[in-house]
């Protein structure tokens, strides 16, 4: 349930115009055409943004990074710590089997070929 005021035809209309491409969501609404979802949960921010990735360590498969945001509009600083686990898509479906998910479906991002991987799984 999206918050109330994202629900105001007028507002989206804005947001829209201010956010010219969101080619991203096309993956997102070609998977609940297809069924394969009944959700889907899109997190953003307002305002003009500074930021930037910094690694901090590898260690193997595990990358960490800081990922500071400045919002331009009062100044405010959000820092973040991230920790990503970087495999091969024969290690992905083989852990997820392992799991107990079937099915798995591994296509490009659409907007991001070559960058990113969209994992569908069964459970």
């Known amino acids: 349930m999206p918050d109330a ?5 007028r ?5 829209d115009a201010l956010e010219s491409d969101r080619s991203d969501l096309d993956t997102y609404l070609d998977l609940a055409a297809e069924g394969r979802v009944n959700a889907v949960l899109d997190v953003g921010t307002e305002g003009l943004v500074e ?3 910094e690694v901090t360590k590898v ?3 595990l990358v960490t990074f800081e990922s500071p945001t400045i919002f331009h509009s009062d100044g405010g600083r959000l820092d973040s710590t991230s920790t990503l686990r970087f495999r091969t898509q024969g290690a992905l479906r083989s852990t997820l089997a392992e799991a107990g ?3 798995v479906e591994i296509r490009d991002l659409p907007y991001a070929p070559t960058r990113g991987w969209l994992v569908l799984a069964t459970a």
Do not use: N, T
């Open 5 to 9: 005021i994202f629900s105001l035809p």
């Open 59 to 61: 260690d193997r498969e």
């Open 101 to 103: 998910f079937g099915a």
């Open 11 to 15: 507002l989206a209309g804005v947001y």
């Open 51 to 53: 930021d930037w990735v």
